[in-house]
């Protein structure tokens, strides 16, 4: 996502960052994205991550329910209780594919996220 290609393989990391300008209303912004590990061993060094934060984005599959509960069960609250006040923008993934019958007919068990669901987090 930091260097505009889809990655071909999934390595997982415990924390990653990326920095870069960018220009808002006419001024530069330095805009820093700091991928944080969602496993339960980094449950107690991961909210040190979140001091200084501006805002949070939470990604999630729009074609997977275990993605968007634990947005919901862990996810926010987390962030609400480490960091209370701080915005948090959620982003939902793979809209393409919450209609697509050929894609849920291959992966079975699937259980799409509804728009209604996703509001429902505000």
């Known amino acids: 996502y930091t260097s505009n290609k ?11 960052n990326f920095s870069a ?22 449950n107690r060094l991961r909210p040190l991550s979140y ?4 805002v949070f984005v939470l990604v999630f599959s729009l074609v997977s329910r275990a993605s968007y ?10 962030l609400q209780h480490y960091a209370p006040g701080v915005p948090i923008v959620l982003v939902g993934t793979k809209l393409d ?14 259980t799409p996220v509804a728009t209604a669901q996703g509001e429902e987090l505000r």
Not at 51 to 54: E, L, N, P, S, T
């Open 6 to 16: 889809f990655p071909t393989d999934y390595i997982p990391t415990v924390f990653d």
């Open 69 to 78: 509960e634990n947005i919901m069960k862990k996810w926010i609250p987390e």
């Open 97 to 110: 594919l919450r209609e697509d019958k050929h894609y849920l007919l291959d992966h079975p068990g699937l």
């Open 21 to 42: 300008n960018v220009v808002v209303d006419g001024t530069t912004v330095n805009l820093g994205l700091w991928d944080t590990a969602g496993q339960e061993d980094y």
């Open 51 to 54: 001091r200084g934060a501006d």
